[in-house]
């Protein structure tokens, strides 16, 4: 150690002291009603600086969640490998020929650097999260993170971590919500990290309150009523003029209806009873009616273009998950930008006000609890990961209050009636994954690739 010191400051007197970076400059933390313009807003500066900056990634709370999961499964899987290899080396070390006091410090360094990184398994997933995988791109100059939400233990916890670490190593962020950063863990969840957390976010970002309660949404020219695309009632002619849409855009897709299956995560299927060239079809029940979550809709808003979702009810306390679900995959398939065709039993409007069995409850709840995906990753966090002070709790609950439901149901109306409007369907080709790769592979090769089909 002291030949290495002696060696920096040699090194310092030569070519002079090491640049310090200069800092970063601060993000902004977007903030406010439904339909108010956030995501718009930061989707506009994202795309700003395409070309430019080098580094970028944009992530929506549904996706990004996902992706911490999977990093922290893949990060204890090699942990499990890493102790099988930390016995061999404790054995090699004892049948080296040192003295006993030299080979307990080498144990002892070999014993600390696997409790550092057990500790601080946050911080490795931060280290992973902004890889860009298809791009072969690492790091990131801008993160653009899409309605930050703490809707139980493990979400404030593992963003708090993560962003934290990602903020101080020059990261700037760019971040929309529906609630003021002080607002977003109103029921005291973790609140040491939360805290922390907030301290970090107000140093590094300034907030703004998109301050309307206007839904803009509503306001976007739409010169066709939503039966072009939205159909009800199901149990009227709406049923017919439903059919022929799916068989006209089928027809003009290829007209080979397959039945298929598309990878999700953690080594998961999803069966598509019917598609044909980037065009998929789904019963309800089918669709939100079985243990699936964001992950199986991520899949589905990226394999397809254009969606059909049939037999849709009216959302009720008896069907609380379904409708839960049915609000994900809404929330997918206009992050992804997909064209979407319903045939329901009631308008947009009336989805969500409830049957004569009552009103709905804790839709916010975020739909990541399929047994498949959820439990034990949420608890070893706490458990295994030694992230949080304080008990772990026993199980994840949802703590949300009725303003985080009302949320919930404004958002899956007003996304659902932006995407019956000529402006979001001409944007399909231009923002969906599928059109976005065949732009690319237009761009930078000779020979002609297959047009996906609108």
């Known amino acids: 150690m002291v030949s290495y010191l002696n060696r920096e400051k040699k090194l310092d007197s030569v070519v002079g002291l090491q640049p310090v970076p200069p800092a970063a400059p601060k993000g902004i933390y977007l903030y406010g009603n439904v339909g108010s313009g956030k995501t718009m807003l930061m989707d506009m500066f994202y795309s700003a600086t395409e070309g430019i900056i080098k580094h970028r990634r944009r992530f929506h709370f549904h996706e990004a969640m996902l992706q911490i999961h999977d990093h922290m499964h893949e990060i204890w899987k090699n942990q499990v490998t890493e102790r099988t290899h930390q016995s061999t080396m404790f054995s090699w070390i004892d049948s080296l020929p040192f003295n006993e006091k030299v080979k307990e410090w080498l144990i002892g360094e070999e014993k600390y650097k696997q409790e550092v990184h057990t500790k601080h398994i946050l911080s490795s997933v ?9 791009a072969n791109k690492t790091g990131a100059s801008i993160l653009c993170f899409d309605e930050i939400q703490t809707v139980d233990v493990f979400a404030i916890v593992a963003l708090s971590g993560i962003i934290s670490k990602l903020l101080s190593s020059g990261t700037v962020l760019v971040a929309t919500s529906n609630r003021a950063p002080e607002d977003l863990n109103q029921d005291g969840m973790q609140r040491d990290i939360f805290l922390s957390f907030l301290s970090k976010l107000e140093e590094n970002c300034q907030k703004t309150l998109i301050g309307s309660d206007i839904d803009y949404r509503r306001l976007i020219p739409n010169q066709r009523s939503d039966q072009g695309y939205f159909f009800w009632p199901s149990n009227s002619g709406a049923f017919g003029e439903y059919e022929r849409t799916w068989r006209k855009v089928t027809m003009n897709a290829g007209g080979i209806i397959t039945s298929t299956v598309i990878p999700v995560m953690f080594g998961r299927y999803l069966d598509v009873p019917e598609s044909c060239n980037g065009i998929a079809r789904f019963n309800f029940e089918h669709i939100c009616g079985r243990p699936v979550g964001a992950a199986d809709y991520i899949a589905v808003a990226r394999h397809y273009h254009t969606v059909f979702i049939s037999n849709i009810p009216v959302m009720s306390m008896r069907i609380r998950d379904k409708a839960r679900r049915f609000i994900t995959l809404i929330d997918e398939l ?3 930008h997909c064209c979407i065709y319903c045939l329901a039993d009631s308008s947009i409007d009336d989805l969500f006000q409830g049957t004569d069995e009552g009103t709905l409850f804790d839709l916010e709840s975020f739909q990541f609890e399929t047994e498949i995906e959820g439990g034990k990753l949420r608890r070893d966090v706490l458990a295994e990961g030694s992230v949080g002070s304080g008990p772990a709790p026993s199980g994840i609950v949802s703590l949300l209050s009725g ?9 899956a109306v007003s996304r659902l009636i932006e995407m019956q409007t000529p402006l979001y369907r001409e944007g399909v080709r231009v ?5 976005q790769h ?4 237009q761009s930078s090769a000779s020979d002609t690739h297959l047009q996906p089909t609108l």
């Open 403 to 411: 303003e985080e439901e009302m949320f919930a149901f404004h958002r």
């Open 431 to 435: 923002f969906h994954p599928l059109f």
């Open 126 to 134: 931060a280290d992973k999260f902004l890889i860009d995988r298809e």
């Open 334 to 336: 206009y992050n992804h």
């Open 438 to 441: 065949y732009n690319r592979l």
